[in-house]
């Protein structure tokens, strides 16, 4: 099924997984974007597309302060205590 896919579809299946709608606006099921989702992947896999232009690709950042989350406060990270537990 996936090697029957045009660029359209596959094109539409990745819009409708980021959008979490069809393209008449209906809502997408988790089972639907699960679906989806893997056929998207598959797709990629199958048809080489780059890497950074696959779903869910993320950048690498280069080595250094912004990258390594210097100065940045627990609180900002979320890992501050929660003095109400105590």
């Given amino acids: 099924m996936i090697n029957q896919m045009t660029p359209a579809i596959y094109e539409s299946l990745k819009q409708a997984v ?3 709608k069809w393209p008449d606006g209906r809502r997408l099921t988790p089972e ?3 679906l989806c989702l893997e056929a998207v992947m598959r797709y990629e896999a199958e048809n080489n597309v780059p890497e950074e ?3 869910g690709y993320l950048e690498q950042r280069t080595c250094g302060a912004a990258a390594s989350g210097a100065g940045v406060t627990p ?3 979320g890992l ?3 003095a109400t537990r105590d």
């Fill in 18 to 20: 980021s959008l979490r």
């Fill in 32 to 34: 639907q974007t699960e």
């Fill in 53 to 55: 232009n696959r779903v």
């Fill in 75 to 77: 609180e900002m990270a």
């Fill in 80 to 82: 501050a205590r929660d």
